[in-house]
């Protein structure tokens, strides 16, 4: 997808997807220029070109490189961790603990991201997908351990599970309220995962 500099400028390819996260989140993807983004790098224009083909481009590149960080992070978090549980709580955790260690990045990421019609429709989100088999994994070790029902249909929970955090995360993105505070909703989440909604007792049909 992105092009390689000459004499394998990383250096510079990384100013530009700092510079990126920066004007992507002020002014928006679609309000944002090429040229702004390259003034901040303090590049020339022409020289994001020899990197990446696009703004849209240049925007999946940033997707992919800051979520693949993201998942080699959590993976590093949850293997010194106990049980699924315990693994669970730290996957969340660490995601909504984003929204304040990279705060621009993940307003990027949650928001911006969802304005690229080349991502949206033809694109395959790679990273994004080992970010669900993170969750994946520890659903399937849970089940192992005998802590979650074993008939517990991974995909769709893991799904289920990655949708709520997307949803807070974005809800503390655009609200900004201290009732959808990371940490907040982090531990909201985690006792609602693993105490459910219902008192004890409770059945399906029982009023």
């Not at 603990?97 to 993940?106: I, N, Q, S």
């Not at 019609?117 to 088999?133: A, G, H, I, Q, S």
């Not at 849970?142 to 807070?168: C, N, W, Y």
């Amino acid at each position: 997808m992105a092009r390689r500099g000459p004499n394998g400028g990383r250096e510079k390819r990384d100013r530009i997807l700092r510079a990126a996260v920066k004007i992507f989140s002020r002014k928006g993807f679609f309000n944002s220029k090429v040229s702004e983004i390259a003034r901040s790098a303090e590049v020339a224009d022409g020289t994001i070109y020899l990197y990446f083909k696009n703004k849209d481009d240049l925007l999946i590149s940033l997707f992919e490189e800051k979520m693949g960080e993201v998942v080699e992070d959590v993976r590093r978090r949850i293997a010194v961790g106990g049980n699924a549980l315990e693994k669970l709580k730290i996957f969340i955790e660490n995601h909504m603990d984003l929204l304040e260690r990279e705060a621009g990045l993940v307003e990027v990421l949650q928001v911006e991201l969802r304005q690229s019609t080349k991502f949206l429709k033809d694109y395959t989100p790679v990273r994004f997908f080992e970010y669900l088999e993170v969750i994946s994994g520890i659903l399937e070790e849970g089940k192992r351990e005998g802590v979650f029902r074993p008939d517990l249909d991974t995909s769709i929970a893991r799904r289920a599970i990655f949708g709520a955090l997307d949803e807070l995360s974005l809800t503390y993105i655009l609200s900004r309220k201290p009732k959808y505070h990371p940490t907040v909703t982090a531990a909201e989440l985690c006792r609602l995962l693993m105490e459910g909604l219902c008192v004890p007792g409770a059945s399906v049909g029982k009023s």
